[in-house]
């Protein structure tokens, strides 16, 4: 595993021991690990919202009722 050096500010230092001396993590790198999945798991899916944003954006106007789009988005999450 790849060791580096970081530098933190008090707060976020003080968070960091909080939440290790509060047994939610066994230390700051369990941690900052689980941050940096976490963000990284949060910009997949801001790419997915985004994707979905252009290509809606791009289909241009419909005439579909309301009840005609949330059945077409119902069954693309269901199928």
């Not at 230390?27 to 994707?51: H, M």
């Not at 979905?52 to 069954?75: H, P, R, V």
Request: glycine residues 2%; proline residues 1%.
């Amino acid at each position: 595993m790849a060791r580096q050096s970081i530098s933190l500010t008090e707060p976020n230092d003080q968070w960091l021991k909080f939440q290790v001396d509060s047994k939610e993590y066994s230390s700051k790198s369990e941690l900052v690990n689980d941050l940096i999945r976490q963000a990284r798991n949060q910009q997949i899916e801001i790419d997915w919202i985004r994707a979905k944003l252009k290509k809606a954006e791009e289909s241009g106007f419909t005439t579909d009722s309301k009840q005609d789009i949330l059945a077409q988005s119902k069954s693309s999450f269901n199928g």
